[in-house]
Nanobody, 115 residues
Framework: QVQLVESGGGLVQAGGSLRLSCAASRYIFNFATMGWYRQAPGKQRELAATITSSGSTNYGDSVKGRFTISRDNAKNTVYLQMNSLKPEDTAVYYC?????????WGQGTQVTVSS
């Protein structure tokens, strides 16, 4: 498995921005599809964004146009830039790495958006 360490969560007012980072522990990062998922209290975990090893991206409908996922293979790190944040973006955000039989999750980072 791949160890994933998220950072960058916190409290922000509606309309503000945050950038999440996820550092991966192994070389397979360069080959893995990396993703950010989120889970709000009482709700199922949902897709925020994914990015393949070649840089193709996919976004959940609720974040399209506001969030941007990117990766730096030299640093084994994936980012999620979150702009125009809304109270409904409040959730624990989890980093994910998928490659072959590997499907690893980070411990999550809390994002709270106040109205």
């Amino acid at each position: 498995q791949v160890q994933l360490v998220e950072s960058g969560g916190g409290l922000v007012q509606a309309g503000g921005s945050l950038r999440l980072s996820c550092a991966a522990s192994r070389y397979i990062f360069n080959f893995a599809t990396m993703g950010w998922y989120r889970q709000a209290p009482g709700k199922q975990r949902e897709l925020a964004a994914t990015i393949t090893s070649s840089g193709s991206t996919n976004y959940g409908d609720s974040v399209k146009g506001r969030f941007t996922i990117s990766r730096d293979n030299a640093k084994n790190t994936v980012y999620l830039q979150m702009n125009s944040l809304k109270p409904e973006d409040t959730a624990v955000y989890y980093c994910n790495a998928r490659y072959s039989v590997v499907n690893s999750w980070g411990q999550g980072t809390q994002v709270t958006v106040s109205s």
